[in-house]
């Protein structure tokens, strides 16, 4: 007896997209649309008659925001959501909005020569699916009025002391929820989150307004300072390197690495070189294996390395990976991320002055 299909609800007020998104996805053997909706007022009816396991939303839509939707949906209803979202500036800013409010992930609508575009990640659309299916339904994890959490004890740190995270789906709030309490003299960190192109720079910019240290897009060949966090672009590579005496950022702009540019493993990996036992790593939620390799290599090298645990994971793929081959010398939950990862800098910070 062969597996039940994944039941796929696609809302969206585009004729088109809604039609190539039923071809994408009745395509895949695993999974089926079993309705489709123009607006939200039509699909609260279809979520009660056809129960789908997954929901593709729109950003924008007329009789009902999708942002006023999902809302109500993680309130009533939770049930995993994947955002399909425009390539601007005002979509991504909507779209990290609806992570908040407990969207998995989400998915850019092309601008240009879309029924090509979208054919072309079709296979991506299906995975980011199948993980929305095998996640656990969340609702929002912050509410945007609540006070940010109390910093955490300050620790003395040193220039050379770096944190280096990675994620991929639900990274966005995990990495977030990570940054947030951190003291504003908190080592540099470096981050590679799964992002296209145009997303990074709003998620810079919504957590430096939200965290105490200064977050930011990584540029090329920038100084790497305490206090600050650097995020890589959606469409580079973000490396460790040296100058003289001093981190400074590298971006590249080759191959995708195991399918993502910016890729974990890249940045773990340089920072196993560069940085050796001065680094601490940590892996988060995330389909597939990117980071395993690298959080390894970090381990290797003489770093503290951290997985998130299954339990706390939108998806648990990444650091299931990475612990399965012996990357993680700690597991640990998201809400123990942060104050492990100033206990092991002050901790640190104490070997040295010994």
């Known amino acids: 007896m062969s597996a039940a299909k994944i039941k796929v609800l696609c809302v969206d007020d585009s004729a088109l ?14 999974m089926e ?13 279809l979520i009660k008659q056809h129960n789908p396991d997954v929901l593709t939303l729109d950003v924008e839509m007329p009789r009902m925001d999708g942002l006023d939707f999902l809302e109500r949906l993680m309130r009533l209803r939770p ?12 979509g991504s800013e909507i779209t990290l909005r609806a992570l908040e409010l407990g969207a998995l992930d989400f998915v850019a609508k092309p601008q240009m020569g879309i029924r090509h575009s979208m054919m072309e990640y079709g296979a991506e659309i299906a995975e980011k699916l199948r993980a929305a299916a095998r996640s656990r339904p969340r609702q929002a994890l912050r509410d945007a009025k609540a006070p940010r959490p109390a910093a955490l004890k300050a620790p003395l740190v040193s220039s050379e002391k770096l944190l280096i995270i990675g994620a991929s789906t639900g990274g966005t709030e995990a990495i977030r929820q990570v940054l947030e309490p951190l003291p504003a003299n908190a080592p540099a960190i470096l981050i590679a989150q799964h992002m296209p192109g145009g997303f990074t720079r709003s998620f810079a910019e919504r957590l430096d307004r939200l965290c105490r240290i200064r977050v930011k897009e990584a540029e090329d060949g ?34 995708p690495v195991n399918r993502h540019r910016p890729s974990v493993d890249v940045l773990f990996r340089s920072a196993a070189q560069q940085a050796g036992r001065n680094a601490i790593g940590a892996l988060l939620t995330g389909m597939g294996k990117d980071g395993a390799q690298g959080l390894l290599e970090m381990r290797q090298a003489g770093a503290v390395t951290l997985a998130q645990d299954e339990a706390s994971c939108v998806v648990f793929g990444m650091p299931r990976e990475a612990i399965a081959i012996g990357g993680a010398s700690e597991v640990v939950g998201l809400d123990e991320m942060a104050p492990r990862l100033m206990a092991l800098v002050a901790a640190s910070g104490r070997a040295q002055r010994v």
Do not use: K
Not at 17 to 30: A, G, M, V, Y
Not at 232 to 250: E, I, M, T
């Open 33 to 45: 649309v079993v309705a489709v909706a123009p607006n939200p007022l039509v699909a609260r009816d």
């Open 17 to 30: 997209i809604r039609e190539l998104l039923t071809e994408i996805i009745n395509r895949q053997p695993d």
């Open 79 to 90: 049930m995993p959501v994947l955002m399909v979202s425009s390539l601007t500036q005002a």
């Open 222 to 255: 920038e100084r790497i300072l305490p206090g600050h966090a650097y995020i890589a672009p959606g469409d580079a590579h973000l490396q460790l390197a040296r100058s003289g005496a001093n981190y400074v950022a590298r971006l590249d702009s080759g191959p």
